[in-house]
């Protein structure tokens, strides 16, 4: 299990949903493995209290669930969930990014760059950091747009719809069968130029955004020929 330093300000309910969702995410608990509360709690050196809290989330998110009468298990992928996911960010995020472009405080430009600056250090292998990194600043960087737009409680509320989307991607990288990290990242440098200096009336968002998302859909089928014990049939 991957634990990490408590930050600044952090409950240890936040703590402790960071650090499950990650290890969720980067498939050091696997899909379908049970979720022992108590002895989470003793890994992370923390009450039982917010690491219930932190399952409670997750359920939400449909990264965990709970059997009836039995106990809590990572939940299996499910296809229907990372297409639904697809299908709303794919129609939510141009219209995100339209409301944020051109209304960026100082302060935000000067942090989306610093994310795009370690997302690169990240994937030139200079930053120290593994791979699977980079997800968590792409999902900073996205993050970022939604609250630039004033749009805070949008990106909340889709966070359950999205997960099994955010999750795919980490489980192509983990499987090592990613290679788009750079494009990925030009993307995102395309997307902060945008934010920056507004959307030109003529460029195709909407079609630039899918073509942003899609290329990890293209990996499902061998990963559930391969892993079909990690994805609810």
Same mark, same amino acid.
């Given at each position: 299990?991957?634990?990490?330093?408590?930050?600044?300000?952090?409950?240890?309910?936040?703590?402790?949903?960071?650090?499950?969702?990650?290890?969720?995410?980067?498939?050091?608990?696997?899909?379908?493995?049970?979720?022992?509360?108590?002895?989470?709690?003793?890994?992370?050196?923390?009450?039982?209290?917010?690491?219930?809290?932190?399952?409670?989330?997750?359920?939400?998110?449909?990264?965990?669930?709970?059997?009836?009468?039995?106990?809590?298990?990572?939940?299996?992928?499910?296809?229907?969930?990372?297409?639904?996911?697809?299908?709303?960010?794919?129609?939510?995020?141009?219209?995100?990014?339209?409301?944020?472009?051109?209304?960026?405080?100082?302060?935000?430009?000067?942090?989306? =760059?610093?994310?795009?600056?370690?997302?690169? *250090?990240? #994937?030139?292998?200079?930053?120290? +950091?593994?791979?699977?990194? !980079?997800? $968590?600043?792409?999902?900073?960087?996205?993050?970022?747009?939604?609250?630039?737009?004033?749009?805070?409680?949008?990106?909340?509320?889709?966070?359950?719809?999205?997960?099994?989307?955010?999750?795919?991607?980490?489980?192509?990288?983990?499987?090592?069968?990613?290679?788009?990290?750079?494009?990925?990242?030009?993307?995102?440098?395309?997307?902060?130029?945008?934010?920056?200096?507004?959307?030109?009336?003529?460029?195709?968002?909407?079609?630039?955004? =899918?073509?942003?998302?899609?290329?990890?859909? *293209?990996? #499902?089928?061998?990963?559930?020929? +391969?892993?079909?014990?990690? !994805?609810? $049939?």
């Amino acid at each position: 299990m991957i634990l990490f330093k408590k930050k600044k300000g952090e409950s240890h309910s936040e703590l402790a949903y960071r650090t499950l969702r990650e290890n969720i995410m980067q498939i050091q608990m696997e899909p379908g493995a049970v979720v022992n509360e108590i002895q989470l709690a003793e890994e992370m050196k923390i009450s039982r209290t917010p690491v219930h809290e932190a399952v409670g989330r997750l359920r939400e998110e449909r990264l965990i669930e709970v059997i009836p009468r039995r106990q809590s298990r990572v939940a299996l992928l499910d296809v229907a969930y990372i297409n639904e996911g697809f299908f709303m960010r794919s129609t939510l995020e141009p219209a995100v990014i339209r409301a944020a472009a051109g209304n960026l405080s100082s302060r935000q430009v000067s942090q989306l =760059r610093q994310n795009l600056e370690h997302q690169k *250090r990240i #994937l030139d292998g200079t930053a120290g +950091e593994p791979l699977l990194n !980079f997800f $968590m600043y792409d999902d900073a960087f996205h993050k970022s747009i939604y609250l630039a737009a004033n749009k805070e409680n949008i990106y909340y509320s889709t966070r359950r719809l999205i997960s099994h989307l955010d999750w795919i991607r980490y489980l192509v990288t983990a499987l090592g069968g990613y290679d788009e990290g750079y494009l990925s990242f030009q993307n995102h440098q395309e997307i902060f130029n945008m934010l920056l200096f507004g959307v030109p009336a003529s460029f195709p968002l909407e079609r630039f955004v =899918r073509r942003h998302m899609i290329g990890f859909r *293209r990996y #499902l089928p061998r990963l559930m020929e +391969e892993y079909p014990h990690y !994805f609810q $049939m």
